[in-house]
């Protein structure tokens, strides 16, 4: 076996360069290989994908999957839940390591576990509280949950999963994505002030015993940073404009944009309703910028008007990590007999993460 081929002889090469040696290295893999792309990927990566999809159709995917390397062009946390999902029995290689998600860092289990030890001094959580995480979210926190009778949720099952825990226990701990869980909760009729915020900066959420009593749901502090962009100020622009238009969000954007959008899904869900839309018609989309750019083209030919919802460029940055240079970095290797970048949970981790993942697979289709 030939020692690693280094990052540094890719970096400098030119993308078509790359194109020709991603293209000769999936024909020698063929079935070996799956390659799994997230729907915020770059073109010059998404089109290597053999598989596309969002969180939950990439974890599904990758469950099922039989190829021995899974490349996962996404971010770090849907690597590890490739990985968990396989029982580590595949290569899951995540192209850069550095793609993570700043929303799934803005919780962790330290800030967790004294969450819930101060939710402890109110009442006993393990008896009333269901710890819901968003599956982004490090694989320790889908572990905490699944070691406290928890579950996982995606952006198209959140509704499902709720239900789910709200017939077990009468409350909720939702992390990180505050606007998922009350966009979700909210939609399913739990009025506003019974979603309280926890505020992982103070003592105890910031929250007095009284509002975390009558708390349904309990939403962590956390945010996605592209989502946070958008403005129902663009909405308002959007609809004086084009007064028969529609719009169209991610959950995970702030709740005034959800409430003002005609329809409110997961990217996969936005993907589907757009591309079953009237000739004719015009969207304003409020998610990431290449999902909806791709969309934009593929829409044109239809005469269906596609619109990015902000005025200004706003990228998943850690998904842009991920180019052609990496991808082909990691294909080489894999033909030259070395697996870099593997991504690995460990196993102390992975079980309850997986009792918890594969609740969230049982318990929403
Ligand atoms: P989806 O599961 O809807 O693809 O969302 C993933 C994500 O990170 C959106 O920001
Ligand atoms: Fe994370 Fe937001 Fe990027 Fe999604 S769009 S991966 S939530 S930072």
Redesign the pocket.
Known sequence: MSAALKIDQFNLLADEDCDARIRAAKSILGKRLAILGHH?QRDEVFKHADFTGDSLKLSQLAAKTEAEFIIFCG?HFMAEVADIVTDGQRNVILPDLAAG????DMANLIKVRKCWSEISEVLDPDEKVTPVTYI?SAADLKAFCGSHGGIVCTSSNARGVLEWSFSRREKVLFFP?QHLGRNTGYRMGIPLDEMVLWDFTKPMGGLTVEEIRKAKIILWKGF????QMFHPAHIEKFRREVPRGKVISHP?NAFEVCENSDYVGSTEYILRTVRAAEAGSHWLIGT?LNLVNRLKDEMKPKGVTVQFMSPMVCM?S??FRTDPQHLAWTLDNLIAGQVVNRIRVPQEIAKPARAALDLMLEVVD
């Open positions: 915020y971010v998600c700043s929303m799934a982004n994505d996605c940073s592209v989502h995970e990431e998943c850690t998904m």
